[in-house]
């Protein structure tokens, strides 16, 4: 079998079961014969991998897709880690990642996780190691027992020959403190060995594939390997989690559709240096959402170059949306609100809109608590009386605001039905009190929904 083939992926052939025409093969004269099907509407059955422990959550097997994030600080900086890595939890991010890259970072990495753990944030550690991580983790053996997780990159975890008793190295503590792995393959710091001895082979093959696709194979035979080291050294498959991060879309669709067909390991989704503001975020989810819908994918961090001095719990939020909008999970409440047009010059939709949603991520933390189910909500603001009543009706509750030149009345749905309408100047506040009545009496103490879950 040449370097490139693989087995075949089961999850893709299935999908030929169900009836499909290519729109290629369609002839404009043929008559055409309405068919309604279920299948095409969600993703495909998630690809089987083995599950991995990492603290107290579970990735892989049958968790969730589980979200994850990084900090920016100097981990030296222990006041710094500590606020940013309990941000980041708070926002929603179920493991942290925090880089450990000298003497001074790793000596401080007890000290966050006992800080963390006084604040009651229990969020899982994994520790970033390049190049001298067997010496820190030897060297500091606190920090190599308060981190949850090593991520090691083998293509910079040491050059020819001291790379593989280096990479050995490290396995052997994390087998000592019984701590799992992630592989993190890289294709800026690709083994550059294997990846010329893929480029010669492919040389000398009568059938020679293009550069990309040899680096791809390069990217995907790193990390394999580089598991399989980690096997043949006693780590179990359960103990091994493994990423292969590009940073074009479509080479990272195609080098994880490649990886979830050639290994059963779980794996860890993220496009890297995917950019800033909407370009990283539309790479990201453009990316990711297609492995998800494929069934790829069993944790994700959203990598987004934050703007000087912005907020980096934006990649958490960024995550756990793509993860709702495409309906895996729930994370906050929905709220559902038209783009405007011409039909309503106002500006009080647009603004009620943004009022509840900042208001409901605020709010999430305590909610939690307080209404169990709560994420699950779904919230209408809309614009006008086109869409406005459809829309609303089909949420939970909702608000049809007036347009321009309409009646000044805005009708408010409950549970599909119009409760009420409301007019004057106080339609924003009003509404606001109703969806918090609403929450309290769905998902309260006392309410049935809490009693059923009792
Ligand atoms: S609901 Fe009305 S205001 Fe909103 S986009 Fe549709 S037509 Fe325009």
Redo the contacts with the bound molecule.
Sequence with gaps: MPFFASPPNHALEKRTEFPHVCVHELNPNDPVVPVMIDDFAKPLPRRKSVGVMVGNVMVGGDAPVVVQSMTNTDTADADATVAQVSALARAGSEIVRITVDRPEAAAQVPRIRERLDRLGVDVPLVGDFHYIGHKLLADYPDCASALAKYRINPGNVGFKAKRDTQFSQIIEIALKYDKPVRIGVNWGSLDQELLTKLMDENAESASPVSAAAVMREAIIQSGILSAERAEALGMGRDRIILSAKVSQVQDLIAVYADLARRCDYALHLGLTEAGMGSKGIVSSAASMGILLQQGIGDTIRVSLTPEPGGDRTREVQVAQELLQVMGFRAFVPVVAA????G??TSTVFQELASDIEDHIRVSMPKWREDYPGVESLNVAV???I???PGESKHADIGISLP?TGETPSAPVFVDGEKVTTLRGPGIAGEFKKMVLDYIEKRYGTGSKSSSDAA
């Design positions: 038209c783009p405007g047009c039909r309503t809309m614009g006008c086109v869409n406005g347009g």
